[in-house]
Structure formats: C-alpha cells, structure tokens
C-alpha cells in the first residue's frame, strides 16, 4: 500500500536548567511502522510487521512475521524485498527459504532487515512459493513507504504562548505542530507550525527558537536556527502565523528542541518554554515534564 509520506512522533526527553541542555539519547530512529499480512489456503505470511529506521542518513527496513504452509508437502517459501529510488529499483533480497516435509500446517519465523540505503523511499515486500512443478513465483506484493506523522506541541509562559490559531482562557485551545519530510539522500526537514501570542506585553519582542540535534552529546548539535522576530504594540492579545517555520534539513537530523525566546531590555534574548522532539517513533514529551 504506497501513500503519501507522514510523519511519526518520537520517546525523547531534552531538559532545560540554568540554559542547560541535555541532549536525547541516541538510537536509530523508527520513523515508520506498517502491518501487513500475504497470501491465502497453503502459502501465507502472517503477523507481518515491517519497521522503517532512519540512522546516519540511510534508510532500512525491518520485516518480522511468520511463514505459513499447510497442505503444501515439498513446496517451498520464502520473502522477497525490493528497494527502490524514485521508481528506479536499487537491489533485490531474500529471506531464508523454508520448505513444507509433509502435508501438515507448519509456520516459520521471519526476521529480516538485510539492507540499508540514504536513497531508498520506496519497498516491495512480497511473498513467494516454489511448487514441485515450479519455479519462484509470487504469491501477493505489497508497497510501502517511510509514512511519517505529526508532533503536537505546546508552549506556555507569562505572557507569551504558542499553540494553534484558537485561544481560549488565558491561553490557546491546542497545539501547534511539528512536521517532517524526508528528501533525497536521506535527508529530513522539521516544520514547525502554529501560532505565537503576546498577551499583555506592550513592548515585548519574541521569537521561536529551534535547536536541531543528531545524537547523544552535547556536541552533537547541529546548529540552531530562528523565526522571525514580532513585538508587542501594547498591552492587548496579539498573535502571528508560523506557516511553516522549516529552515534546516540535514540527513544527520535525528531530534529537535523546539523553544520561545522574549528579549529582555538589554537586548538579551531569553529562553521562555521548550519542548523536544524527533523523527522515530514513540511517544512526544514536553521538556518540562
């Protein structure tokens, strides 16, 4: 089943102290997981589940299930994947073959992951027999792509919040966003969308701050980037769009902390509220949890 690329939320943790940051631990990022199940009577693959990772710019796949046969003495099974980049195949691989030794029901493991590429977007994953009076032929294909999903966020602070486009008592109704896309090469872009108010706070400049990480240490930040700056003309409920706040991509991009900032009157700017995220799979958790 091939769709449009998604994208899927992330378990990490980044936490602010005194302008300290930690970084969220590193690990190959699951950024998409899909089911599936193949076939029919003697030959089928159950309990399929196929787990897309994304480590260092490349790109593999996962498929764990099992291989059914039942009435199917001295026939064969086996899995086959196909790798593709914009339509261009780029290899094929096979899972162990298992064959039937009598008429009885049998099922067999499969664990595969036998292949990494920063330019796959797109597998096959099929499943084959081979008869007695046959050769390899297959018995259902199904298409997958890293099928990404959305992160909520929400930030607040005295005076200063950042949400979606309704506010309702004394802050926004819901969340904002963070997005991601995957490109060519490996390479993944965050956006960040939503709305930032300024709420009694004639005068005050804000902006938002995003902090894009690709491991476990402090040196493993990549850069920081920023939105633009809005102020405060008096002491009203005033708000901006962020459509689409997206200005790095890097194929090393494996979380971002995403934050507010208000300058203060020595032009210092000041770090309001943060959250963190990233592109694999798992739960979004506010910094300060």
């Given at each position: 089943m091939y769709r449009l690329p998604r994208f899927r939320t992330?378990?990490?943790?980044?936490?602010?102290?005194?302008?300290v940051m930690t970084?969220?631990?590193?690990?190959?990022?699951?950024?998409?997981?899909?089911?599936?199940?193949?076939?029919?009577?003697?030959?089928?693959?159950?309990?399929?589940?196929?787990?897309?990772?994304?480590?260092?710019?490349?790109?593999?796949?996962?498929?764990?299930?099992?291989?059914?046969?039942?009435?199917?003495?001295g026939s064969c099974a086996r899995m086959r994947l196909?790798?593709?980049?914009?339509?261009?195949?780029?290899?094929?691989?096979?899972?162990?073959?298992?064959?039937?030794?009598?008429?009885?029901?049998?099922?067999?493991?499969?664990?595969?992951?036998?292949?990494?590429?920063?330019?796959?977007d797109l597998v096959k994953v099929s499943l084959q027999k081979q008869t007695a009076t046959s050769g390899w032929t297959t018995v259902e294909s199904d298409y997958f792509d890293a099928?990404?999903?959305t992160d909520k966020i929400k930030l607040t602070g005295d005076g200063i919040d950042f949400g979606d486009e309704w506010w309702g008592v004394g802050g926004p109704l819901g969340s904002a966003t963070v997005s991601w896309t995957g490109g060519e090469d490996g390479a993944i872009t965050p956006h960040v969308s939503g709305t930032l108010y300024l709420n009694n706070m004639a005068g005050v400049c804000a902006r938002m701050k995003i902090y894009y990480w690709s491991g476990s240490d402090v040196?493993?930040?990549?850069?920081?980037?920023?939105?633009?700056?809005?102020?405060?003309?008096?002491?009203?409920?005033?708000?901006?769009?962020?459509?689409?706040?997206?200005p790095y991509t890097s194929s090393q991009i494996d979380n971002v902390y995403v934050a507010m900032e208000t300058q203060g009157t020595n032009?210092?700017?000041?770090?309001?509220?943060?959250?963190?995220g990233s592109a694999s799979d798992g739960a979004f958790l506010d910094a300060n949890e």
């Open positions: 992330l378990a990490t943790l980044a936490v602010v102290a005194a302008a970084a969220p631990a590193a690990q190959a990022a699951m950024v998409d997981h899909d089911t599936l199940s193949q076939g029919s009577g003697s030959f089928q693959f159950q309990s399929g589940d196929l787990y897309w990772h994304h480590d260092n710019g490349s790109y593999s796949t996962h498929l764990t299930g099992d291989i059914r046969l039942d009435d199917a003495n196909v790798y593709f980049d914009d339509g261009a195949e780029l290899t094929t691989k096979y899972g162990g073959t298992v064959c039937a030794e009598d008429g009885k029901a049998h099922t067999y493991s499969v664990d595969l992951n036998p292949y990494g590429s920063n330019r796959t099928d990404f999903t040196n493993d930040m990549l850069t920081t980037k920023y939105g633009g700056q809005v102020c405060s003309p008096d002491n009203g409920l005033h708000s901006w769009t962020v459509g689409d706040l997206a032009g210092s700017w000041n770090q309001v509220d943060n959250a963190a």
